[in-house]
């Protein structure tokens, strides 16, 4: 059996969910365990025909998101490089070790608040602090963001010195592929040209200028320099340049790696923007924009000649145009392993995605489409312009490409019914409120883990075809088929044997927790209303300070100079009331 019909290459989509990036990073804590287990149960194994463990392989070939999901891709590639692969099994009130724990349940909190002294910040009362406004440059944004560019650089500052891609265990491709998404404020423009049509008037017809502003930061861990410059982006995250076993010296680009990590999370507005000036080369950005699906057919376009120099923009949440970015990740399938068999089936990737939108379907109330008022436009505009921006017109809606969805769903106890709420804890306040409360990630990162487990045992099945040589299980013991297979009915009546992609071998252990509906925290958190109390004054001088901030030297007069603080003081009294609110009803709304 050749090794290629035995192999599913994987890739992995994590979407954006600001601090419901906790979920994903328990998501794919599991996986990794899951993806241990299973290579150190096959080794041990190996010359025993008759095991119940399959002996088909898996291997990630590219990881990718958008906004949080990007931020976890970035953390999940460097914890794969450290070696440091160290599951949380339990709740843990102190660090662990593991970077995708450790940095989204903890984010920059303070350590001295756990380790008994009860001292020090939570991460949101450092994201109401004003050290960020600087007089005379107005404010980045609502929230200070230097505590999460402190989660950022942290996670690059603790790598090991050996943190290099010889570390990938082998379910990694030594050629993985991350896939950063970025917005960028200034557009790369393109022109779709026209007949040329000369008169004494006019010379030749100009084209039509076409705008994109979506860019994908595109990483290969063992990019070689001849090969793939402008094609794809170096990944050397350590602080020094290091030699490869070539006698070529790779340059760091961790200064890079750690902006643009920052960049994919740079919730537009609500958390400061980033700023690129010599990253990212014109030609790569270009060759970006070539390898979509419009591009790869013979077109009338036009694209900028001259492609020297290095593209110069600001960016925010890659979230904000390009929040599932599982386009670009099966892209990267499709050109390592060519047209996908629908049969048989050899990769696909999982789309994690914490919010996913068909959550809006379950709505019982009927929506007003008609619209008869200025106020009512605006309203439907922003939304409209939103959702047409992320409308994917690629070629990733083929029918023979394997695709799954991962989402939040909780179970009551003993029961297939879903709980009352919203399954997640950090999804208040637009996917903010996470950072409100450590118990609330706590929650979020161990329902993302027990959800991966039953992802992997009850959802992530092909189908098992013993007389086809080609099936992904060809050569799987029988002895495993039984151990790990379902049977499913199908519309005909007749029943088909499905099988785990990647099995969960934890299922064969005596003390396994089977139960779908049991989870390490059971109780969904509650809102500390009186905690957050205490965050009104801080809350309060945030938009005092933004306000002052703003208006300062753009608005003047001798009547401003008198009434501006009492103008000031009154606005900032209002709309910290209707925040606090606001926020109130929103957890109230969630059962919290």
Known sequence: MSKKSNTFHLGITMAGAVSAGAYTAGFMDYILEALSAWETAKKENKDNPNSNIPNHNVIIDAIGGASAGG???MITTLALCSGKIKPVKEVANTKTGNILYDSWVFLDDDDSLYNGSNKGKTTFEKMLSNTDIKSGKGAASLLNSTPIDRIAEKVFEQLPANTSQTNLPPYISKSLRVLLTVTSLRPLDYKV???????????????HRISNHDLVAHFKLNYNEDTDKNKYLPFQPLKLDVTN?????????????INVTKATGAFPIGLAPRYFESDFPLEYVYNSLIERNSFSTKMDVELNINKKGNFQFTAVDGGAINNEPFDEVLRCLVANHGPEDATNPKYGTILIDPFPNFEDEKSAETPNYEKTSIMQIIGSLIPTILN????KQNDTYGTGLFKLMAFPRKLKLGTQKEVDHPPLATGGIGGFGGFIDIEFRKHDFFL???????FLRGIMFMEYDKDDPKNLFNGVSDKAIKKFSKKIKQADGTKKIYMPIIPDVSKLKADDESNPSRYKIQDFPKFNKQGFKKLEQPIKNRVKAILKAELDGKVSGWIWSIGKSFVINKISKKMTKWIMETIEKDFAKRGM
């Open 245 to 257: 076993n070539s006698g070529k010296t790779l340059k760091s680009n961790r200064d890079f790696l």
């Open 71 to 73: 931020m976890v891709s």
């Open 448 to 454: 993302g883990r027990k959800n991966a487990k039953n």
């Open 388 to 391: 047409q921006a992320r409308n």
């Open 193 to 207: 040209k026209f007949s040329k049509i000369k008169s004494k008037f006019l010379d030749a017809t100009p084209g």
